[in-house]
């Protein structure tokens, strides 16, 4: 997943991530410019998720 797809769809994702982890905060999920990793990473670490499984997963959301 390349940074500009991430940064080009955050705010659809950010909703559907609150609605399926609600225990997410908007400092999670706050996206700041180049600090993409930084973002994956935590997400990674809150969800319990493999870089590849977040991946697919944000992916899936469309």
């Known amino acids: 997943m390349d940074k500009l797809e991430i940064k080009g769809k955050w705010n659809e994702w950010k909703g559907k991530i609150k609605q399926a982890y609600g225990d997410l ?36 959301l469309g």
């Not at 905060?25 to 997400?43: I, S, V």
């Not at 969800?47 to 997963?57: F, H, Y």
Request: hydrophobic share 25%; no cysteine.
């Open 25 to 60: 905060t908007e400092d999670d999920l706050k996206y700041e410019e180049g600090k993409d990793d930084e973002l994956l990473g935590r997400l990674q670490q809150k969800l319990g998720k493999s870089k590849d499984e977040l991946a697919d997963w944000l992916k899936s």
